[in-house]
């Protein structure tokens, strides 16, 4: 182990001792990200106040995180100009979570960052989550928020169902990678706050580009603990994820139906 892998162990152990010392304290705050363009999306429209069943993509997951009884507070990262539409939709909606509006970053790293300096001193746990994922449950936020508050880390997920390829330079197959070994990541992404916030200012002082915020904490050798939480929390990436969208939340609803006729 060389001198700076010796760092990042001890700095995680620290950061262990940390967490593990202020268990009793659960205030969890989510952190929705709303400040993406969704160019993949194309048209005018960003993806996240696009109509889904009659409510706009983001107030879906806002409802989601606003219903689950482990969420305490509500910050949404948007970008500038957008405040109005979340001060419509917590009006309509009756959403009394919300403490706080702020304006992204350059990149999502940074825009996460700015919503947890929006936090309060007394939050003990950072729910992170895409906005333009409608479909999480509460129940869904609940467990992975209780496997945060058990190993410090935990992530929504599913386990990889298609047969997982690496390509070469030329686009051509160079391996076929273990499939049971293999999940997908959602959000949301829970994380003990003084274990989130070494994570980030240690990707930021190294110049660090994480892939998403397990990343960075797996980059100061901390490990994440997977939830499996089914496959229907998708996100909302390009225009065919609507009707899939839509197909689910009909089927909730039918079986919720159903379930209440005793049928």
Partial sequence: MNHRDKKKFDDAA???????????????????????SSERMGGTTPKQFLPLCGMPVVAMTI???????????????????????????????????IRALVHGGATRQESVMNG??????????????DAARPLTTPDIIRSVCLAAYKYSAATAAT????????????????????????WQVQTPQVFGANLYRAAAYTARDEGFAASDDNSLVEH??????????????????????????????????ANKAEAGTGA
């Fill in 116 to 129: 947890i300096q929006a936090a309060d001193d007394g939050v003990a746990f950072f729910a992170i989550a």
């Fill in 220 to 253: 100061i050798g901390y490990k994440v603990r997977l939830v499996d939480c089914g496959r229907e929390n998708i996100k909302i990436t390009t225009e065919c994820d609507i009707p899939i969208a839509e197909a689910i939340i009909n089927f909730r609803r």
């Fill in 63 to 97: 409802r989601a995180y606003e219903d689950a009884d482990c969420i305490n507070d509500i910050i949404i990262v948007i970008r500038p100009g957008d405040e109005h539409y979340y001060d419509e939709y917590r009006e309509k909606f009756g959403f009394t979570k």
């Fill in 159 to 182: 386990p990889a169902v298609d047969s997982i390829k690496t390509a070469d330079e030329r686009g051509f197959i160079s391996a076929t990678v273990e499939r049971s070994t293999v």
């Fill in 14 to 36: 620290d950061i262990l001792r940390t967490v593990i010392g202020k268990t009793q304290n659960r205030r969890t705050a989510a952190i929705i990200v709303a400040a993406g």
